[in-house]
Structure formats: structure tokens, C-alpha cells
């Protein structure tokens, strides 16, 4: 799977009109997010999924990352934890290393990467605008 683009190469602007490329990248996360997050992290992105009742720890509301940063949308953070491979504060062990998984998957770690690039593309969508 070949995604390409720099997804989240610039700070969000979160009132931003995304171009044909974006949304389809982000339609690529959101079938990826659904099979592989929603579980945990609920569909909306707020920590709510149908296992999370079942978790030692809450899963992280992915929705406020940008508001608790200032209003930028830190890609490269999330990139870094979900790939997890060299975070050594990952999270729970009960969030796996995606970064692992998909390039078991795929074979290569650029494949690994487009992934989880479509993934963080997709949660900038979720953030909460501010007044929400």
C-alpha cells in the first residue's frame, strides 16, 4: 500500500479546506482507525470503545490533541506513539506497537509508515474545534 504525500507536513490549521489528496488519505486512515483503534478509542475518537470498559486504563480521547496543544495538531508525536517502536513511554501494553504490526503485515517499514500516516491524517479530522 503506497499512500504517499506528507500528511500533516504543515501545522493544522483546523479550519483548513483539505485537497483531493488529504481526503483520501484520510478516508485510508479512517478504514485503518475503524479495523485497528476504534476498539479501544470508540469511533468518535473519545475513548470509548466496546473494549475499553474492559481496560486497566481508560484509552486516550484522541479528539483534543491539537486544543491541548496550543491548537497545533502534533503529527509527528502521534506518529512516534503509534508506531511505538522507539517510544519509550509507549502507554498501556495493552495499546500495541502498530508500527510492528504493520510492517509484519506489509514487510517493509514504508508501508509501515504509510499507514500509520493515514491514520494520524485521519485523527487531525477528529480534533474538536474550539467551542465544541
Given amino acids: 500500500m503506497t499512500l504517499g504525500g506528507a500528511a500533516g507536513a504543515s501545522p493544522d490549521t483546523l479550519g483548513a479546506q483539505p485537497d483531493a489528496a488529504t481526503l483520501k ?3 485510508v486512515g479512517r ?5 485497528h ?15 475499553a ?27 512516534n506513539v503509534i508506531d511505538g517502536r522507539g517510544v519509550g513511554s509507549h502507554g498501556s501494553v495493552e495499546m500495541p506497537v502498530w508500527g510492528s ?14 499507514r ?5 491524517a485521519y485523527l487531525r479530522s477528529l480534533q474538536a474545534r474550539p467551542g465544541n
Fill in 37 to 51: 483503534c476504534a476498539g479501544c478509542h470508540g469511533a468518535t475518537g473519545r475513548g470509548d470503545g466496546p473494549a
Fill in 25 to 27: 488519505l484520510r478516508a
Fill in 116 to 120: 500509520i500516516d493515514a491514520i494520524v
Fill in 53 to 79: 470498559g474492559g481496560m486497566r486504563r481508560t484509552p486516550t480521547d484522541l479528539t483534543g490533541y491539537a486544543h491541548a496543544n496550543g491548537g497545533v495538531f502534533p503529527a509527528e508525536q502521534l506518529r
Fill in 31 to 35: 478504514t485503518l482507525y475503524i479495523d
Fill in 101 to 114: 504490526v504493520f510492517k509484519s503485515v506489509s514487510g517493509s517499514d514504508t508501508a509501515a509508515r504509510d
